[in-house]
């Protein structure tokens, strides 16, 4: 399922990324990598806000869409 239809709060693994090359490498820096452990924290807005490793990051809703858990 996409990330923001994921549930809130809840530990999520991330299954597939559907981006071009250059997001691919932009979202690795951010931690966000096939298999990673994330956590849906908000998905309200325009913004999705997601906790990955020790860190809070927002990302645009558009992209989170093509981020299968």
């Given at each position: 399922?996409?990330?923001p239809m994921a549930p809130v709060g809840e530990a999520l693994t991330v299954k597939k990324?559907?981006?071009d090359e250059r997001d691919r490498r932009?979202?690795?820096d951010l931690?966000?990598?096939t298999g990673a452990q994330?956590?849906?924290?908000?998905a309200a807005g325009g913004s999705v806000i997601l906790r990955v490793k020790d860190g809070r990051l927002a990302i645009d809703r558009a992209?989170?869409?093509?981020?299968l858990v």
């Open positions: 399922m996409p990330l990324i559907l981006v932009h979202l690795a931690g966000i990598v994330v956590e849906l924290i908000s992209l989170a869409l093509k981020i």
